[in-house]
Structures are given as structure tokens and as C-alpha cells.
């Protein structure tokens, strides 16, 4: 007989159309009847809660009385919950975010008993290759999803292995028709049967046991207290099957027995069965670009820069760096991060992440400040201190500021040599925003906020002081107005139209049109992108932009605007008028020394329903991209051979390449490639008629939550029929990436390392004699110099060094971005006690050799290695 286990669940989004609010007074009823259920029903075994912490943590909030109930039926075996925090997504979502994730999930998890060990992600829209990876670092061997796979992965089964390019694995029972098709299960027998005889088909075609799967739940779903009288039912319709409470674990058990089940790898990102939305990644850039950024700021900048205080004698502030965490990956779930929702539930996305960057920046500023207040440098007041937060030396150019009272100065090491700079800018400013407490005692002579540009060599992971001497000569600057710019790499000026055009001299290749813009109408909804059919697209060939180009010893600056005349919106784009714009801003910093063109683009839409995207050609043509995700690559075909069969198999949506990228995006051949940086938007497409441009897409334009019979997705609408006019990003919009052409393919120029380089600025603190949040002494002292710890080998990429969340050592996380095994070796400065290796969950592994402070671990192509360090 067939063994039908029916597992009561609810699949519970914090926030959808709906907001957290609503959502938590519901979610106190359910819970109610979940847990007088579970507690007076010896018969009812399990119920699982969504595999998110997050529910409990709202619920307490309302009712922190009833935490003893909970752990006493986690305890039972009968409340499963965890293992996530939020349901993650998994596209545009970071590594680290997921890690932490999992993390915290797991430790709020084990407050009350163990977690569910199964990677529980039923409805994210596409699954990452890396999540093998990342889910057998915390011990878990299966995982439960829906959305993304079809017969061209390698099996047509519902059960299957799913493995890494570093050999992590686990067993998959995919959800071939979703979690819901055991919603509201009903007793009559004629609409009963109904249902099940469109499911059973299906999952019979696809099993591979005689075990199968019926969830019982659905989004927001209270308890089905009928579920026994269904039974009854269900086994008089169908005697050949036996129907029965169960959990997900049963069904994990029995797949286990099977042999010969088929091993698959890649990521899934096939609309054919089920929608993914690949042009998702867009919606809602300011969001996107909000989340990106303040990612980078905790991983790259904020942990680092603690873990270096915490050596120094300094408290980590786990607590508040935790809270960080967790508001941002409320937004991390599959609706919030894809914006797929209400203009008020978006209003909430966006404050949370003002809410998360806001403690970031403050946070970074008082360890800074910790640092640099607590040196011993007796008379020498002021001072300028400059942290770099990568594992190796970098010569860098820095663009900082200096206040002081000084008319003229110089910036001097502590053996009085000089470090020569140039003044940009400078300007007097009030005492009284430096510290009230100035002109309260009278003293009203004004500071003078200078900003300055130098270049320096820093140490690893680490930082140098220099202080700020009275001079009696004052830098000039040697700033030129210019057309063409000469850098060691380049040489750069700017067309009429506000492209660039530059002569790579390394690779003695030239670029036109670079940063064309082009705009096209967007007749799709908050999932998707749907261009209006046979539309010509409106490009930025003819605007007469403004330009200012200026270069000094250390860098230049290009300075381009102009506007960008669009439809007005839908309608008007049918009629061919063009009403409306996009100002544009494009400001790039590109240093004398190094080959990345740094590009800010700033955006002032006053038009609807339309796509914006820069392209960025290559000039070389390539089959394939190559961009990041989660710890490692992937590598994409430019076209989607899905395209041609896609419409004669019924897809449920349009299989067009646009694609998600976490940090960089690149084509390439053997000789050269180009490569784009990203700390904004994460979306891109190759294009062009010999797929030889990055198309890098700036934002969508789009005024419904959901929409029915689009262009590329036909059929009934995702999500519901919602106006959301916020969603059309009328309005200013800041976007951050770079561009970078080089010698060899993407992986062998090693781009994930220039990602992680462009995303981890050099930071300043200028300390004076006047604060207006005054701290007493700290009773430390630390070094004008420091350093604590090197990479001496190794192409690999630092992912994380933070504090432990056990114990009081460090932890480094690396992985390997290449297509090659390789191995890394750090030298500790000082002193290590201990070092050995963790998993992602921080639990200690195997012992690590300290050969003099030398650490070395082997990584195996798109591994990450976690090392504990105790000094």
C-alpha cells in the first residue's frame, strides 16, 4: 500500500500584502489552537511551525507567559521547530546572511529543545547551488523545497541527492505541487476526491518510494480540526493507500532506504512547473540596493573592525550586533526581499533596513572611536587613523576628512616622517556642531572641515595612525580640469552623449559606449518583468549630457548628467510619445594607480512602468557568464536553450536569462574579460546580437503587486491584483558598482577578490579634542600600529572574522571562488593557544597545527573552511 503521510503545517509569511502586524494577531489565535491541540490530543503527534524561529519570536512578544508551554512541547517531540530564523531567499540573499540565518535560528531553536534538521524552504523562488553547502555546515542532511527544478536537471523523481562542487550533499523531497495541496482538506467526498485526483497522479508519477507526502497547511492556515474525519474519509475513497499524521523526518527515513537514487547539482532557476521569477531581483531597487549595501557594511566593515577591538582588550557587542542581524533578515524572506508586496509592508522593508544601517554606522564609529581614543600619544592630540579590513597590505588611495583648527597642516607618522596629501575641498564650520559645550564657555572660533586625498600603504587587517601637526604651509592642490584622463591603466573621455570611451593599455583594447543606457516600456507586476511585444527600445545614443572632468596626482573624477526623455507611462510608450524623464547622474572615481572604474549613479525618475539598464560592453564574445553566489560561482549560458521549447512545453513562465549576481558578474575568454562590481544592484543579462554587453539592470517601474496574462508569464496572476504606485520609484535612487576589464577569464583574473576588495573601503577616524558624546578613559591602551593577522597564500576570499558565539576565540571563514583545489595559510601576529576547525553552526571540528602563528587549510573548489583562532 502506498503510506500517504499527512503533516499538518502552516506556512506563515510575517508579510506579504498583509502586514506584521496583521499577520501576529492571527498568528496568537493559530497558536492557540496549535498548542491546545498538541497538549490535550494524544492522538494529534506533530505539528511544524513553518521551520522559523521568527513566528515564536513574534508570538512572545505578545505572550511571553507562554514559553514554558512551547519548550515543554518542542521538548515532546510534538512542536517542530527551526531550523531558519525567517525563510530565507536564496538569490540575492548573501552567504553570511544565510549562515546567520541558520545561526540564530538554531541557537533560539535549542532554547527550547532541538531544531528540525531539515533545510525547510518551501516556497523560495529558486534554490542557490551553495545550499548543500551551507546546510551540511550546520549538520543538516535533507531539505524540503518547491519552486525550480524540471526534468533537465537529470531526473524526473521527486527524490533525489543534491550536491556541491565540494562534495556537501543532501537528500531533497521536493514539493512537486507545493506545500498547500493539503489545505483545508474538505469532508465532503465528491470535492475530496476532486482534489486528490489531480494530486495523486503527480506524485505517484514522481516517487520513488511507496511513501508520500501530503501537507496539511497553507499561508496563514489555522489548524485543520477536522483532519480525522478527512482521514476517515480518505481511506474509504482509497483503500490501496494508508493515510496518517506524520512529519517530515518519517518520509526522510524511508527515502533514505532507496537505492539508486539519482544525484543532481547546479541551482534551480526553471520556471516550468512552477514560477521563479528571474526578473524579481529588480523590483524595488532602492530595497535591493538598501540591502546589499548594508550586508556589506556588517560582514566587510562592522564584525572585522569588533573583532579587532575585541583583541585589543575591547567588549564584543554580540548582543547588539545579533540585532542587526535579525532586522535584517526579517526582510530576508522570500516576499519581503523580493518585494513582492504592499506599498505599507514595503514601507516597513525599508525602515527596517534605515533602522539595521543607522546601528551599523554607529556602531562602526564608537569601536573606531574606542580604538583611537585609548592611544598613549600624550601631547599629540589630533590624529587621523586609517583601518583596512582585508587579510593582506593594500596600497590605497583614500579620500577622507580632516577637522581642526589649523590653518595648515601636515600629517606625520610617529617617527615625524610626512605622508604627502592634497586638499579637495575645505570649508569652516560651527564649534558648536562639534561640541556645544565650545561656545557655552564662549569660545566661538570655528573649526575648519578639510577633505583630503592621499595615498598610503596599510597593514593586514589592521590599521596606521598619523597625526595632525600645525604646519605653516598650506597645501595647494594640484587638481586640472581635463578632457581625456591618463591613468597607469587608462586612457578615458567622456562622448557627447555621457558614455565612456577609454583605451585599456594593459590589454591594448578599446571601449565605446560604455554606460549607455537603455529603456524599455515594463508592463509586468512586483514579480516580473513584461515588456511591451515589438517595442523599439529607447536608448541614451542621442542626449547631450554635461560633463566635468578633474584629475590630480592620486585619482580622477568624472562628473556626467543629463536627462533621459521616456513615456509618461504604459499608455503613452504605446503611442510612441516620450513626456516624461530620467535625470541621470553618473559620478566615477577612478584612481592613477588601479584598474577599477568606481561608478556612482544617481537617478531621478519622474516616469511609470519602464526598465532602466546600463550596458557595459566587453567587446569579446562569450557563451557563458560567470557570476558569484553564496561561497563560490556559477557559471550561466547567455541564452537559455528552455527559450526554444519553453511556449510547446507550457512553462509557467518565459525562461529569458536575466539572472541574480551577490558581488560580480563577468564574461570572459582566455585572454581577457569584463567584469562588473556590484554593492547595489544584483541582477544582470548578457546581451546584444553577439552576446558580448552586460546589460546591468538599474531598476524596474511597475504599479500592481500582481498582474494576469503577461507577455513572458501567461496565466492567472501571481499574487493578488494589489495597485502598489510606490513600486513605479517615482523619485531619487543612489546605485553603486564598478567596472573592471582584465587580463584572463573571470576566474582566473580572480574576481570574486577584486569584489571583496571594491566592498571594503578603507575607514578613517579623525580623533580631536572635542566630542559632544563624551567617554571616560578605558583604561587600554593600544598601539599606534596594528596588525591581527595575515594572509601569507592562498586566492581565496575572507567571508567573515567576527567573535565566536561560544566561547571567547575569533572565527575566520574563507572559501575558495576558483575552479581549482587550493590552499591558504594565515600568520597570526602574537600568541595562539588554540586553533581548529568548526563548522558554520561554530562547533569545533578537527584540531589546526600553529606552526609559529602559521595557519594552513586546503579548500576544495566552492568551499568555505570556518577556523577558530584562541590568542
Not at 541557537?107 to 533545510?119: A, L, N, Q, T, V
Not at 524540503?144 to 565540494?166: L, Q, V
Request: glycine share 6%.
Amino acid at each position: 500500500m502506498k503510506q500517504v503521510h499527512i503533516v499538518p503545517h502552516m506556512h506563515w509569511d510575517r508579510e506579504w500584502y498583509f502586514s506584521t502586524e496583521e499577520s501576529r494577531i492571527l498568528l496568537v489565535n493559530n497558536m492557540e489552537e496549535i498548542m491546545d491541540r498538541l497538549e490535550h490530543d494524544p492522538d494529534y503527534p506533530y505539528y511544524v511551525l513553518d521551520g522559523q524561529t521568527s513566528i515564536l519570536e513574534d508570538y512572545f512578544a505578545v505572550k511571553p507567559e507562554a514559553k514554558d508551554r512551547v519548550k515543554k512541547l518542542v521538548q515532546a517531540g510534538k512542536l517542530i521547530i527551526g531550523p531558519w530564523y525567517t525563510q530565507t531567499d536564496e538569490m540575492v540573499v548573501g552567504g553570511e546572511s544565510i549562515v546567520r540565518n541558520l545561526l540564530y535560528g538554531i541557537k533560539d531553536s535549542k532554547e527550547f529543545g532541538s531544531p528540525m534538521r531539515i533545510g525547510y524552504l518551501p516556497d523560495s523562488f529558486g534554490q542557490s547551488a551553495q545550499m548543500p553547502h551551507i546546510l551540511n555546515g550546520f549538520d543538516i542532511n535533507y531539505t524540503i523545497f518547491w519552486r525550480g527544478t524540471s526534468e533537465r536537471h537529470g531526473t524526473d523523481k521527486t527524490e533525489f541527492y543534491w550536491e556541491t562542487k565540494d562534495g556537501s550533499k543532501v537528500l531533497v523531497q521536493l514539493l512537486p505541487l507545493g506545500y498547500a495541496i493539503g489545505k483545508y482538506l474538505p469532508q465532503e467526498e465528491s470535492a475530496l476526491q476532486q482534489r486528490m485526483e489531480k494530486y495523486f497522479p503527480v506524485l505517484d508519477r514522481g516517487a520513488t518510494t511507496e511513501h508520500q507526502l501530503l501537507p496539511n497547511g497553507h499561508d496563514q492556515m489555522p489548524i485543520q480540526k477536522d483532519i480525522y474525519e478527512v482521514i476517515e474519509k480518505l481511506k474509504q475513497l482509497y483503500p490501496d493507500r494508508e493515510f496518517f499524521l506524520s512529519k517530515y523526518e518519517n518520509i526522510f527515513a524511508e527515502i533514505e532506504k532507496q537505492a539508486n537514487l539519482a544525484t543532481i547539482s547546479g541551482e534551480f532557476l526553471d520556471g516550468k512547473y512552477m514560477r521563479v521569477h528571474r526578473s524579481i531581483y529588480s523590483t524595488r531597487m532602492d530595497i535591493k540596493a538598501a540591502n546589499t549595501r548594508v550586508e556589506n557594511k556588517i560582514t566587510n566593515v562592522l564584525e572585522p573592525l569588533a573583532a579587532m577591538a575585541y583583541d585589543l582588550g575591547f567588549e564584543y557587542h554580540h548582543g547588539l550586533i545579533e540585532l542587526i542581524w535579525k532586522e535584517i533578515m526579517k526582510n530576508h524572506a522570500h516576499d519581503s526581499i523580493g518585494c513582492c508586496c504592499s506599498d505599507k509592508v514595503h514601507r516597513e522593508i525599508a525602515n527596517r533596513l534605515f533602522l539595521a544601517e543607522e546601528k551599523t554606522d554607529q556602531l562602526i564609529e564608537f569601536y573606531k572611536r574606542k580604538i583611537v581614543d585609548s592611544m598613549d600619544t600624550s601631547h599629540k592630540m589630533d590624529r587621523l587613523t586609517l583601518f583596512n579590513f582585508l587579510p593582506y597590505e593594500r596600497e590605497e588611495v583614500v579620500t577622507t576628512e580632516v577637522i581642526t583648527k589649523f590653518n595648515a597642516f601636515s600629517l606625520q607618522n610617529e617617527e615625524g616622517e610626512e605622508t604627502d596629501y592634497e586638499v579637495l575641498h575645505a570649508e569652516e564650520i560651527d564649534p558648536g556642531l562639534i561640541d556645544r559645550q565650545i561656545v557655552h564657555y564662549g569660545n566661538y572660533e570655528p573649526f575648519i572641515k578639510y577633505k583630503i586625498q592621499l595615498k598610503l600603504t596599510l597593514p593586514a587587517m589592521g590599521y596606521r595612525t598619523l597625526f595632525v601637526i600645525e604646519d605653516s604651509e598650506s597645501r595647494a592642490s594640484n587638481i586640472q580640469t581635463k578632457q581625456t584622463i591618463e591613468t597607469d591603466y587608462y586612457t578615458i573621455s567622456v562622448n557627447r552623449n555621457g558614455t565612456l570611451n577609454f583605451w585599456d593599455k594593459q590589454l591594448e583594447k578599446f571601449y565605446d559606449q560604455v554606460l549607455l543606457l537603455e529603456n524599455g516600456g515594463d508592463d509586468g507586476d512586483e514579480y516580473d518583468y513584461s515588456p511591451l511585444e515589438n517595442e523599439e527600445l529607447i536608448f541614451s545614443d542621442d542626449v547631450k549630457a554635461e560633463v566635468a572632468v578633474e584629475q590630480n596626482d592620486y585619482a580622477a573624477t568624472i562628473q556626467i548628467s543629463y536627462s533621459l526623455n521616456v513615456p509618461e507611462d504604459i499608455q503613452e510608450r504605446m503611442t510612441g510619445e516620450r513626456t516624461s524623464l530620467v535625470d541621470v547622474q553618473f559620478a566615477l572615481h577612478i584612481p592613477n594607480h588601479k584598474s577599477l572604474i568606481e561608478v556612482t549613479c544617481e537617478l531621478d525618475n519622474h516616469a511609470k512602468d519602464h526598465r532602466l539598464r546600463a550596458y557595459i560592453p566587453a567587446g569579446l564574445v562569450s557563451s557563458f557568464s560567470i557570476a558569484d553566489n553564496q561561497f563560490g560561482h556559477i557559471k550561466r549560458d547567455v541564452y537559455d536553450s528552455a527559450m526554444d521549447i519553453w511556449e510547446k512545453e507550457n512553462w509557467s513562465e518565459r525562461p529569458d536569462a536575466i539572472y541574480p549576481m551577490l558581488n560580480y558578474v563577468g564574461i570572459s575568454n582566455e585572454e581577457r574579460g569584463m567584469s562588473v562590481l556590484t554593492n547595489s544592484t544584483r541582477e544582470y543579462e548578457i546581451v546584444g546580437e553577439h552576446y558580448d554587453t552586460i546589460a546591468l539592470t538599474l531598476f524596474r517601474s511597475i504599479g500592481h503587486l500582481g498582474k494576469a496574462n503577461m507577455l513572458r508569464r501567461p496565466g492567472r496572476p501571481s499574487g493578488i491584483k494589489l495597485p502598489t504606485p510606490d513600486s513605479q520609484m517615482i523619485g531619487k535612487l543612489k546605485l553603486e558598482f564598478a567596472i573592471l576589464p582584465h587580463k584572463g577569464s573571470t576566474l582566473k583574473a580572480n574576481i570574486a577578490k577584486m569584489a571583496k576588495e571594491y566592498m571594503t573601503p578603507v575607514h578613517t577616524y579623525n580623533k580631536i579634542p572635542y566630542n559632544a558624546m563624551k567617554l571616560n578613559d578605558s583604561g587600554l591602551q593600544t598601539p599606534l600600529t596594528y596588525q591581527l593577522l595575515k594572509e601569507e597564500s592562498g586566492g581565496v576570499v575572507l567571508s567573515a572574522l567576527k567573535k565566536s558565539e561560544q566561547n571567547d576565540s575569533l572565527i575566520l571563514r574563507v572559501f575558495n571562488p576558483s575552479d581549482q583545489t587550493t590552499e591558504v595559510s594565515y600568520c597570526i601576529e602574537g600568541s595562539v593557544k588554540q586553533a581548529y576547525r568548526t563548522n558554520l553552526n561554530e562547533d569545533q571540528q578537527e584540531g589546526l597545527a600553529t606552526d609559529q602563528g602559521m595557519i594552513t587549510v586546503p579548500l576544495k573548489v566552492n568551499q568555505s573552511q570556518t577556523i577558530s583562532i584562541k590568542r
